[in-house]
């Protein structure tokens, strides 16, 4: 994965849509986004097209797992050390 050193100008999630096929053992999810420059400076935020993206089943169960502990972590008040938001 490419890591992203800098807030400025990532992505950030604001909708999603998920549906399913228990066939194809998959997880479909639509996703819209918004650049975080605009809430700084509407004038120079990017529109994004919304994103539909296919997620294999035991992707989608590690990803429900990792998000869960960031929620938790969140939750009790502890910080990743790891990520500098300013320097």
């Not at 800098?6 to 479909?28: K, P, Y």
């Not at 994103?51 to 998000?67: F, S």
């Amino acid at each position: 994965m490419k890591s992203q050193d800098e807030i400025i100008g990532m992505r950030q999630l604001t909708n999603f849509q998920a549906d399913h096929s228990a066939f194809g053992s998959f997880v479909l999810l639509r996703s819209s986004f918004t650049d975080t420059i605009s809430y700084v400076c509407a004038d120079k935020s990017t529109t994004f097209a919304d994103q539909d993206v296919i997620i294999r089943l035991d992707v989608a169960k590690a990803l429900i797992r990792e998000l869960q502990k960031r929620v938790d972590y969140i939750e009790a008040g502890i910080e990743n050390n790891a990520v500098q938001l300013v320097e």
